[in-house]
T-cell receptor
Framework: QQKVQQSPESLIVPEGGMASLNCTSS?????YFWWYRQHSGKSPKMLM?????GEKEEGRFTVHLNKASLHTSLHIRDSQPSDSALYLC???????????FGTGTSLLVDP | EAAVTQSPRNKVAVTGGKVTLSCNQT?????MYWYRQDTGHGLRLIHY???????EKGDIPDGYKASRPSQENFSLILELATPSQTSVYFC????????????FGPGTRLTVL
């Protein structure tokens, strides 16, 4: 059974700072990574996904993927208080629809 | 945007009782999922379905059953609820047309006393 590990567990960054979150899968057949954001008391919403080696940028958010090390990272630049949330990494294997989630990184942006 | 609704939103049940959580999606997605979320465990997959009439076991199916009577509806059934099943339950839907993104419902907070 695939395991998805996230680090750090929690992170505090100043407003305007850079937040960096990490995620690693234990399964060599992983083919897709997702990042979901969950504000307190709300449901998770997909933020970004990546399946190719390299980098993908959408606004203030950048995702990196290194398939050889089964590692992805999410970087948030110019962090805002509204970015304070639980960030969940998820992965799928063999082009399947089943996702395995990590335990999340709790981000607090300090105004 | 994909619409997934869940009912009830909050539920208090007694140990040994039967609990049914319902989920409805209006986006004609083939796949539906039930997760539970507990502090320190993230989201864990209980059951999922690829279409009406189908159910598959997820990573933690013990103590739960699922039913998919139609494309729109997916239920999670706890035949004999236990306090360890106290959690927040999320339903989600999605399929290949949405790039495999999963859309989550608002969640059901279940407390088993």
């Amino acid at each position: 059974q695939q395991k998805v590990q996230q680090s750090p567990e929690s992170l505090i960054v100043p407003e305007g700072g850079m937040a960096s979150l990490n995620c690693t899968s234990s399964d060599r057949n992983v083919d897709y990574f997702w990042w979901y954001r969950q504000h307190s008391g709300k449901s998770p919403k997909m933020l970004m996904s990546i399946f190719s080696n390299g980098e993908k940028e959408e606004g203030r958010f950048t995702v990196h993927l290194n398939k050889a090390s089964l590692h992805t990272s999410l970087h948030i630049r110019d962090s805002q208080p509204s970015d304070s949330a639980l960030y969940l990494c998820a992965a799928s294997v063999d082009m399947g629809y089943k996702l395995t989630f990590g335990t999340g990184t709790s981000l607090l942006v300090d105004p | 945007e994909a619409a997934v609704t869940q009912s009830p939103r909050n539920k208090v049940a007694v140990t040994g009782g039967k609990v049914t959580l319902s989920c409805n999606q209006t986006n004609n997605h083939n796949n539906m999922y039930w997760y539970r979320q507990d502090t320190g465990h993230g989201l864990r997959l209980i059951h999922y379905s690829y279409g009406a009439g189908s159910t598959e076991k997820g990573d933690i199916p013990d103590g739960y059953k699922a039913s998919r009577p139609s494309q729109e509806n997916f239920s999670l059934i706890l035949e004999l609820a236990t306090p360890s099943q106290t959690s927040v339950y999320f339903c989600a839907s999605g399929d290949e047309l949405g790039g495999r993104e999963q859309y989550f419902g608002p969640g059901t907070r279940l407390t088993v006393l």
